[in-house]
């Protein structure tokens, strides 16, 4: 086998093992969260939500898994709330579930800062 043909199966075999990786990573711990669409690798969800529309893909992704689902915004989970009801459920009945927050930059640029 030549170099480049070596070369070549090496890097499949890399992006594999990545790819492998990242699934592993998404789906430890799922069965704690809420059901959502099933992620792709490494872009998650993207390719179903609209970024210069987010609340009607959101809403649209909310008819289907409900008012309380699990989104991917790349690597990173999201727990999405729609309407007064769950919202007022996770704030006020379960406090110290929904209390640690992370940093979201894809939100946070998405809806500049509100």
Known sequence: MDLLGAGTVFLI???????ALSTWRQ???K???????TPL???????????????????????????????????RRAVVLRGYDAVKEALVDQA???SGRGEQ???DCVSRGY
Do not use: W
């Open 27 to 29: 789906m430890r711990g």
């Open 31 to 37: 069965s704690k969260m809420p059901p959502g669409p």
């Open 105 to 107: 930059a894809t939100l």
């Open 41 to 75: 690798p490494f872009i998650g969800n993207l390719l179903q939500v609209n970024l210069k529309d987010m609340h009607r893909s959101l809403v649209k992704i909310s008819d289907k898994y409900g008012p309380v689902y699990t989104i991917h915004l790349g690597p």
């Open 13 to 19: 075999i890399c992006l594999s093992c990545l790819m």
């Open 96 to 98: 110290e579930e929904f």
